[in-house]
């Protein structure tokens, strides 16, 4: 099956319930989502995109595909996420978006991020590509504090389908265009809700559609993820306790 089809839905669900976001539309990977938000936040030629000087490189490629120009934030090395207190200085009439991660599920500091970014009104765009099911002090879940954020379901992260991702949209403004991008550029989404009788060409957009196949495979992960996460935990701590006698 294709996309937004039956499993995609039931994880589409599952997700919104368990963690409150607003929408969520799974995605082929982790930067084909990056480039929907992209595409989402209208950035052109010349605008520029704060992100943490330590990323993997679809964080950057999803805007400089659309002609952003990257501006490197320093980061913090307790957390390896971006330093909110390097941002300010960075921003000027040019910038159009703060993008920082949650390195290896150690959530980045979203809410002093979002003081400042608020305050300039610069959307965010998080690339929780390696921090599914990690919260925030805050108890927020990584990816329910700005208006989109992203996750990555790649056989090298933690909780995955082979290949795959998702979009989360906090921000109703964005939904419907989101729908476009995500069928190719056209209404299709429309006409699975009644509402038209034939899909037409509205947009640009790409096939950003995880197939519902994989879709199968992420329910089961998804839903596990506390389990799984619990049994990471215990084969960590037995590594670290087997090994640290060596350090010296
Ligand atoms: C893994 C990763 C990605 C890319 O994820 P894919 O699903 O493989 O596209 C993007 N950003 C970060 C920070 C990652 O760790």
């Known amino acids: 099956h ?19 976001f607003l929408e ?3 995605t082929t990977s ?37 002609g952003g120009i990257p501006v490197f934030c320093e ?27 949650d390195y290896a599920g150690i959530p980045c500091d979203i809410n002093k991020i979002k ?22 002090d805050t108890n927020e879940v990584c990816g329910a504090v700005p208006s989109l954020a992203t996750y990555s379901f790649h056989e090298t992260k933690n909780i995955n389908c082979g290949e795959g991702g998702a979009l989360i949209i906090n921000d109703p403004a964005l939904i419907e265009r989101a729908h476009f991008l995500q069928e190719k550029g056209t209404d299709r989404s429309l006409v699975l809700k009644g509402l038209k009788n034939k899909y037409s060409w509205v ?18 992960q998804i839903k596990n993820a506390e389990k ?3 049994l990471r935990s215990i084969v960590t701590k037995a590594y670290y306790e087997l090994f640290s006698p060596y350090s010296e």
């Open 228 to 230: 799984t996460n619990k």
């Open 115 to 136: 003081k400042i970014a608020d305050k300039y009104k610069i959307p965010i765009l998080q690339d929780s590509a390696q921090s599914f099911h990690s919260f925030h």
């Open 75 to 101: 980061i913090n090395k307790a957390t390896m996420n971006i330093d909110p207190q390097k941002i300010e200085a960075l921003i000027t009439d040019k910038t159009k978006l703060i993008m920082p991660i």
């Open 30 to 66: 982790c930067t084909t989502a990056l480039e929907m938000g992209v595409l989402l936040c209208n950035i052109k030629p010349g605008d520029e995109v704060i992100l943490p000087s330590y990323t993997f490189s679809s964080t950057a490629n999803a805007f400089v595909l659309r």
């Open 2 to 20: 294709c996309g937004n089809h039956h499993y995609s839905k039931k994880c589409r669900d599952y997700l919104i319930k368990k963690y409150g």
């Open 24 to 26: 969520v539309f799974l």
């Open 203 to 220: 947009d640009i957009g790409s096939s950003f559609l995880l197939s519902d196949i994989l879709a199968a495979m992420l329910f089961d």
